[in-house]
C-alpha cells in the first residue's frame, strides 16, 4: 500500500459566478521516499491538490468528492481535531513566498517552537536546542542569534530555509513544497534545490514537488504529473514525461521553452489561445481549444487514461486513436476500451474511456 | 556587432539617497558605471539577480530616473534637457508587470492611444482610432475589444497591450524590462516570439532584461551580466554560454535547472555560498568577491575594469 493515495478527487470553489472546478477528479498514489512533481501553469490545480491533502483550503473552496487515505486513514471527511495531528506533523507544506508566510510579529525561533511544542512531548528547552539543530541542518549559521530575530531581519533564502526547517522539524512523513524557489532568485534556488536534495536523501522522507518550472521537475522528481485546468493530462517517471511525452500539452509545453544549450537560433512553438476559463469548462478535453491535433472526439468526451508505456499514463484521444492504429486497443461490447499498451507490455486494463 | 550604433551608454551612474540615520543619508549604488553599446536592430540582453540594478539600468536610460553621472547617447545625440522630447518618442518602455502598468480606469484604446496625444501624432480623431486598431492588430488583438478594460484581459493579453502602447510613438528603441516573467510558459513563447517578429517588421532595438537565462540567449545576440551594479561580462549570446570566464557567470549558468533529467543527474552545480551583499555596504575591491571561491587578497584592493578576453568578450576580473 502507498504511504499516500489520492482518489478521484474533486475540489470546486462555489463563488457567486459559479462553481470553479479546481480540481477536477485526480487520482495518484505517493510512496515513501519517492519525489513526486506535479507541474502545471498557474490555475491548473497543482497548488490546490496540495491544500485539499492538507485541508487548509479557503472558503469557498471545499472538497467535493473523492478520497486521500494517508497509511490507510481516510483524511477527506477528518475532524479538524485529527487533522491537526497531521499538520505540520507527519505531513507539512513549504510554501511559495517566504516573505508573506512567515509570521512578522514573532521571533524565527518563536515559530520554529510552536510546531514541535504542539507535536512532541519535548519541554521549551529541548524546542529550543530542536529548533537550532533545524537551522544548523538547513544551512544557517549563528543559529542562536537567528533564533532571536525577525523574519524581516534575513534575506530571502534564509527565510525560505526557515519555511523548509519549520516543516521538517517533526520528521515529517510527506513534505509538500508548492513552488519554493519561484520567489527566489537562481543560485539561491540552487541553494534551496540541493538542500531539500540532501535532505530528502537523509530523512529518507517523501517530497510533492508543486512548480511550474520543468527544469526544476528534471532536477529533482522521480516520478510526474502534468496537470491542465484541474486534470491530470498524464503521469509517470520523470524519464517517461521528458523523453516520451505522450499527452498533446505536455508535448507542446516542451516544445514552448527555450533550450539553453542550441547554438542554432530556433523559433519557439507556443501553444496558441489563452488558458481555459475554469467557470466554462467544455464537456471535452479542457485542452483540446488550444490542441493542433485536436479530433472530433476530443470536444466531446475525456479520453481516460491509457497506459501508453511502462509507469506512463496518459489521458488524451491521441494515445487512444494511436493504440488503435496498431492494434493495441481492445474493447468490450458497449465500446468501452479495456486495454491499450503501446509498448506491449500489458500490465494493466483501463476502462471507461470511449473508443471512437 | 557589425550595426551602426544607436544606443550608447557612458560611465552611468545611478545612486538613491537612503536615510541611515538622523540628518544623515548613504548612497545606494544601484548602477555604478556601466557602459555599453546597442546597435540598431540588435538585441541586448541583460541579465542578473534581483537587486543587482539591472531594471534602473534600463530606466535611468530612458531618464525615467535621472542619471547620477554618465550619459547616455541617442542617435548620435547626448540625452539632456533639449533632446528629451524626441528620445521619448523615439524610445519606449515595457514593463515586467502587465497587471500595474496598465491604468484600470482608460478603455484599452485610450491606454494605447495616449502616446498618439503626447505626442500628437494624430490630427483627427478618425486617424487616432485607425492607428490604435492598427497598433492592437499588430500585437493580435482584435478591434472588437478596444473599448474594453485593461481587467477583463488575461495576464498575456494585457502584455500585447502594453506592447502595443510601446509601438505607439513608432520607436527605434525598447527596453524590455523582465517582460515574460509573469506570463505562464505556454504564454511566454507567444510573446517572445512577437518581439521578434515585431524586430524584424520595425527594426527595432531592444535592451531584454531578465532573470530567466534561457529566454535571454534565446532573443538577445549579445549578454551583459550584472552583478551589485557593475556589469561583470558582457559577450556574444552563444560565447557567453560557451565559453564564460567571469567566476559569477559560471556559477549562474550551472544553477540554471536544464529540463532533462539525465543531463540533470549528470551536471554538477556550481552552489554560490551566501546571499548577495547589501548594496550599502559593498565589498570593498571586487564586489563579487564575498562569494567567489577563486577571490584572492588583491581582489580586496581594486574593483577590475571590464577587459576584453576574446573578440567581443570583455569580463572584469583580475584572476583571469
Known sequence: MAMLEVKDLHTSFFTPAGEVKAVNGISFNLDSGKVLGIVGESGSGKSVTAYSILQILSHPGRIVSGSIKFRGQELVGAGEEEMRKIRGNKISIIFQDPMTSLNPVYTVGNQLMEAILLHTDRNKEQARARAMEMLELVGIN??????????????????????????????????????PTTALDVTIQAQILELMQQLQKKLGMAIIMITHDLGVIASLCDEVIVMYAGSVCERGTADEIFYHPAHEYTKGLMRSIPSIDDDEHERLVPILGTPIDLLNMPEGCPFAPRCDNAMKVCLTGRAKEVWVGRDHLSACWMNVKDGSERGLVQTDDDGQIVAIDLEGTLDAAVKGGQAQ | ???????????????????????????????????????????????????????????TILHLYKPTAGEVIFDGKTVGPGTIKEFRRRAQ??????????????????????????????????????????????????????????????????????????????????????????????????????????????????????????????????????????????AGANELYRHAVHPYTVSLLSAVPVPDPERARASHRIVLEGDVPSPLHMPSGCPFRTRCSRATAKCAESCPQLEEVAPGHMAACLEL
Open chain 1, 142 to 179: 549563528e543559529p542562536d542569534k537567528r533564533l532571536r530575530q525577525y523574519p524581516y531581519e534575513l534575506s530571502g533564502g534564509m527565510r525560505q530555509r526557515v519555511m523548509i526547517a519549520m516543516a521538517l522539524a517533526c520528521e515529517p512523513d510527506i513534505l509538500i513544497a508548492d513552488e
Open chain 2, 93 to 234: 518602455i515595457v514593463f515586467q508587470d502587465p497587471y500595474s502598468s496598465l491604468n484600470p480606469r482608460l478603455t484599452v484604446a485610450d491606454i494605447v492611444g495616449e502616446p498618439l496625444d503626447v505626442n500628437k501624432l494624430c490630427k483627427t480623431r478618425k486617424e487616432r482610432t485607425e492607428r490604435v486598431r492598427e497598433l492592437l492588430a499588430t500585437v493580435g488583438i482584435s478591434s472588437e475589444q478596444m473599448t474594453r478594460y485593461a481587467h477583463e484581459f488575461s495576464g498575456g493579453q494585457r502584455q500585447r497591450i502594453g506592447i502595443a502602447r510601446a509601438l505607439a510613438s513608432r520607436p527605434e528603441f525598447i527596453v524590455c524590462d523582465e517582460p515574460v516573467s509573469a506570463l505562464d510558459v505556454s504564454i511566454q513563447a507567444q510573446v517572445v516570439n512577437m518581439f521578434e517578429d515585431l524586430q524584424s517588421q520595425f527594426g527595432l532595438s531592444y535592451l531584454f532584461i531578465a532573470h530567466d537565462l534561457s529566454v535571454v540567449k534565446h532573443i538577445s545576440s549579445r549578454i551583459a551580466v550584472m552583478y551589485l551594479g557593475h556589469i561583470v561580462e558582457i
Open chain 2, 1 to 59: 556587432m557589425n550595426e551602426p550604433v544607436l544606443v550608447e551608454v557612458k560611465n552611468l551612474k545611478r545612486y538613491f539617497p537612503v536615510n541611515t540615520g538622523f540628518l544623515r543619508t548613504t548612497p545606494l549604488k544601484a548602477v555604478d558605471d556601466v557602459s555599453f553599446t546597442i546597435g540598431r536592430g540588435e538585441t541586448l540582453g541583460l541579465v542578473g539577480e534581483s537587486g543587482c540594478g539591472k531594471s534602473t539600468v534600463g530606466r
